[in-house]
């Protein structure tokens, strides 16, 4: 082994330590580092009501209903669990049904959720509105809003 | 093979070599960025769900792949400096970083200003921003310590350890939106099963792509010149303050 190699090698090694190391650390905090919770994520880890959280999924179809002033309901699906969401504020130009979303606020004793911030999350696609309509018009749109619907992992 | 690499790698032959090449990568620079302004800003079309703002891709989506191009380059050259001892080496890394922290703070300034509208956010600390966000920090200590020890043997060796670990970052920050829930949309043309971008779209944001990246060749050749020209003068000031001390 040449000095050059001992010296490619021993970077290598020591690179592979440093993966490894950042890799535990990362998993290790995976729950602080993910920005959002999907419905079902917060029954099952049945996190008290009471605690702040981002919950993120698809705005129901059919679900949105305006209140007074600027007030909301919605409900925040992962298409496995719904959860119901109010909110009073401004909503993004992206929010609409169907659409990815991600709220932030307090989880209610009800099981429902009071948001203080409402944010659109919108998917990788990218394409003028003829394309759009055209896909719609033959009927290949795959119009899963956001891929904010989490996969199932 | 590796003969051919070892005389372009020699200094004066770099030296000689970009003077002749310069004016033409600036020539073609201005090209591509004449090109791709047009195909971008007034050719394409707008998004069907996000209209005109989709634009902001067209500035932000090059910076973004430059920061983290520029970022391999020097993990690259920092094996060249510790592994080949390579005078180059250090000399394409130094150069690169300042370089590299501009388009990862075009890249955050421009992805804030699309955000603002599409999101209903400037800034949110979610994998995809943070990890971009320590890129910048990365680059901006890369640069302090390049700087800081005045022997250039060991600035040069410090800055490559330094370069090598925060390497750690780059593969974090391409995965980060498939590893964790994110605000940031997963990838859209570098992805399995092909770029998610209409051609009429994703064109124009291949024609930026290659107006930054010869605009950051141009700008780092330059750059590497100065930088050799700076380190011969040096060298000769240390020769002639040794042969005659004042």
Sequence with gaps: MSRRQRRLALIGSALAVLAAAAALVLTALRDSIVFFHPPTEIVEKAIAPGSRLRVGGLVKEGSLVRGEGRSVRFVVTDTKTDLPVSYAGILPDLFREGQGVVAEGVLQADHSFRADSVLAKHDEKYMPREVADALKKQGLWQHNGADAAPSTQ | ?246
């Design chain 2, 1 to 246: 093979m590796t003969t051919m690499f070892a005389r372009l790698a020699n200094p004066t032959v770099f030296l000689v070599l970009t003077r002749r090449l310069l004016p033409a990568l600036a020539g073609l620079t201005a090209l591509l960025f004449a090109a791709g302004l047009y195909l971008s800003f007034a050719a394409s079309p707008a998004d069907y769900q996000q209209g005109d703002t989709v634009r902001i891709m067209y500035v932000h989506v090059p910076a973004a792949w430059l920061s983290m191009l520029i970022y391999t380059l020097i993990a690259i050259s920092a094996l060249g400096t510790l592994v080949w001892r390579h005078p180059l080496a250090d000399v394409a890394a130094k150069t690169a970083a300042p370089l590299g922290a501009c388009f990862t703070l075009l890249c955050l300034l421009t992805g804030s200003i699309w955000g603002r509208p599409m999101w209903g956010a400037w800034w949110v600390w979610d994998g995809r921003l943070t990890s971009v966000f320590v890129l910048f920090l990365i680059y901006l200590g890369l640069i302090a310590l390049q700087r800081t020890i005045e022997d250039p043997g060991q600035a040069a060796r410090a800055a490559a350890i330094m370069a090598i670990v925060g390497f750690i970052n780059i593969p974090i920050i391409k995965f980060s939106v498939d590893w964790w829930n994110t605000l940031h949309q997963p990838a859209s043309v570098f992805r399995l099963g092909g770029p998610s971008v209409d051609p009429t779209m994703l064109w124009p944001l291949m024609v930026m792509a290659a107006a930054f990246l010869f605009l950051f060749v141009t700008l780092h050749l330059a750059s590497m010149r100065n930088e050799l020209l700076r380190r011969r003068i040096r060298t000769i000031a240390l020769l002639n303050s040794r042969t005659q001390p004042a």
